[in-house]
């Protein structure tokens, strides 16, 4: 069952077409990574899911749901939620505030209960402060959740993102490079983390350039260069698609390489 | 309502400082609410002026009760407030400032213009119908409103969207609604201030409510903060009684004023009152 899906997705910037025509499908249940070269699309492809940039052209469903022109707070409201490639935590405000931030949309108390503190607002806060410790948790913040949110180490913000992205349990988590700027053991806990979520229930979508890391825990892979899709199935069947290797390596390097499997000499051209 | 006569002398003799400590208050609120969702509005004076000019016609014109006018004085800011907000607060950055720049300005030329409301010497012989506690007890509601706005969903929304609306937004929040409803809930603050304001003086005229003014109420809140809906009035009250306290220097009162914003700017960036608010009830 696919639980997002693009067509024809397209998004031009003044002359660069930087996502043109991407066919994409998700399904429920899976890590799904999109990897492609600097500059091929990646990021512009998630910030059409999230509706931080509007497509030029095409659509994207989302559960049954053409979301394509839906205003960014709404597609929140539907199950979706992400985190950055440059850590976009709100560093003024405390761990726990951070993560009940994540929960804006399940919390249902209006103005008039929050004035009047009716019974109502004290459920729902208490509902959904218990909910953020649980996220909290499931990264391993616990101990954290009254510091302020911009005095933790970079990793632990990178894990508090996680964290306020999946308090209020989405359908879809969109992590945008989630290892940038980690060591190897924190790869492997990031790893066994995303793991966690789509055992949990939720589909990730990624975007990620360390390949141990894609290769290790998706799924499906979408390969972009230039904007254009040249890659989807499964991660073992990359290795052997001549546009993957041509994109990362160069036609050259490409054509010594088929060259040699087929067991002759490169021939430089 | 009848005070001891200890009180009643004191209230006599400082009756305009102790006015101007409560409306001052506020506007200074009127001025946070926008702030703190991370707008920029110069235009709280031309609201407060919206609301002085709209109760003003009611009680001279129309001879309508004070029970009815000050509530009534918030719905034409609040009107004006949805005009202006709902093409500009789309945009980031800058617009809103600069549209409420320009509405202070059209105003003023309205007001100078219009027969109807006394051109350039406005309007005058306004009964006093602002009594001193009407004043503080808004003042106080005010204050408890934001408190407990402050410390719930919203609150932590505003803040979030201060800090970075487009995650906010990613976050579920409805960015472009909760700065219009803060840009309508700071025109009914300053309505509703311009309307004790002009019951408590009998006369308002054009000026008052331009530019410079408008700065003023802007000072409040650069001075106290806007971590809490106090700092904020802290600001206010300080920038009030100041000129009381240095009146021989009544003609530097702009000097002090742009002094203080510089100062406030360059060394108490988060104001007076720096504490933050803690975004939760329990």
Redesign the interface.
Known sequence: MTLLSTAGLTRKFAGLVAVDGVDMAVEVGSVHAVIGPNGAGKTTLFNLI???VEPTSGSIDFNGNDISRL???AR??LGM??S?QNI???????V??NV??????T?T?G?GA??L?LPG??R???T??ERARMALELVGLSSKSELLAGALPYGDQRRLEIA?AMA?HPRLLLLDEPAAGMNPAETSSLAALVRRIRDAGTTVLLVEHDMGFVMDISDAVTVLNFGRRIFHGPPGAIRQEPAVIEAYLGKKMAARLAARKDGQKAIAP | MTYPPWLDDFLWTYQNVIHALGINGLLALSMYVVLAVGQLSLGQAAFMGLGAYSSALMTLKLHLPFFVVLPASCVVPALFALAIGVPTLRLSGVYLAIATIGLGEVLRAIYLNLDVLGGALGLSGIPQRTETWMIYLLLIVAIA?LW??GH???G??M??MR??P??????????QRYRLGALVASAVLAGVAGALGAHASNFIGPNEYGFEPAVTILSYALLGGIGTPFAPVLGAWILTLLPEVLRGFSDFRGVFNGLIIVLAVLFLPNGLLAL?MK????
């Open positions: 999230s509706g931080l205003p960014v707070h929140a409201g939620a992400r950055f976009r935590i709100f560093s003024a405000m405390t726990l505030e009940l931030t994540g929960l804006h949309s919390i108390a103005v929050i004035v503190r607002f004290h729902a806060e208490k959904a402060v306020r209020a | 409103v407990r706005v719930s969903r919203i932590r929304a803040e979030a800090e970075d487009n995650a906010a937004q990613v976050m579920g929040v409805n960015v933050r975004r939760r009830a329990a």
